[in-house]
């Protein structure tokens, strides 16, 4: 069940993102897609530094959402490189 919270919080971080980051995107798709990943790598890197802004779903989704926010813009600078 776990991981099927970690798809959804995933993807909800990838539509806030996709909202928040302005000018030419991956649609929304790509977000959703970004989000998931986002997630799956903040949470990892997160606890690993045992830096958690809350517990439950709210921060899940604070963590998620950063972290999507980061690696959309990481992936904007490679793609116009």
């Known amino acids: 069940m776990d991981f099927f919270w970690l798809i959804v919080v995933g993807l909800s ?13 991956f649609g929304m798709i790509g977000d959703l897609v970004v989000g998931v990943m986002g997630a799956i790598l903040g949470g990892a890197l997160f606890e690993k530094v045992d830096l958690i802004p809350g517990s439950g779903l709210t921060g899940s989704l604070i963590v998620a959402g950063l972290c999507a926010i980061v690696f959309i813009y990481g992936l904007r600078m490679i793609k116009n490189v």
């Open 13 to 25: 971080a990838g539509w806030f993102a996709g909202q928040f980051m302005t000018g030419k995107g």
